[in-house]
């Protein structure tokens, strides 16, 4: 098993910046990606960025590039989001997510850390 612990999330004005942090311990050589996702009050879980520890490869949700960058540390196990000019609508539960390799969705889940953009 594989377990992630995100933290840094909080309370930021509109045009603010958050940076999250996901931590994974356990069978942490089985991962092969990790990401974020988020989810606001009555909507669907939504992708925001992904890391494929092979190569160090980042994606995006087209609606996240540019204000949103991942990072990450292979030998930590360790995700970053760093989150620019943040807006109201960026409200959510930000989720960390891994998956191991041959695996198209991820399997494995944080408890999600809150982030609320203010006026």
């Known amino acids: 098993q594989v377990q992630l612990v995100e933290s840094g999330g909080g309370l930021v004005q509109a045009g603010g910046s958050l940076r999250l942090s996901c931590a994974a311990s356990?069978?942490?050589?089985?991962?092969?990606?990790m990401g974020w996702f988020r989810q606001a009050p009555g909507k669907e879980r939504e992708f925001v960025a992904g890391?494929?520890?092979?190569?160090?490869?980042?994606y995006y949700a087209d609606s996240m590039k540019g204000r949103f960058t991942l990072s990450g540390d292979n030998a930590r196990n360790t995700v970053y989001l760093q989150m620019n000019s943040l807006q109201p609508e960026d409200t959510a539960v930000y989720i960390c997510?891994?998956?191991?390799?041959?695996?198209?969705?991820?399997?494995?889940w944080g408890q999600g850390t809150q982030v609320t953009v203010s006026l």
């Open positions: 356990g069978r942490t050589f089985s991962i092969y990606g």
């Open positions: 890391i494929r520890w092979s190569g160090g490869t980042t």
């Open positions: 997510g891994a998956r191991g390799a041959g695996k198209d969705q991820f399997e494995y």
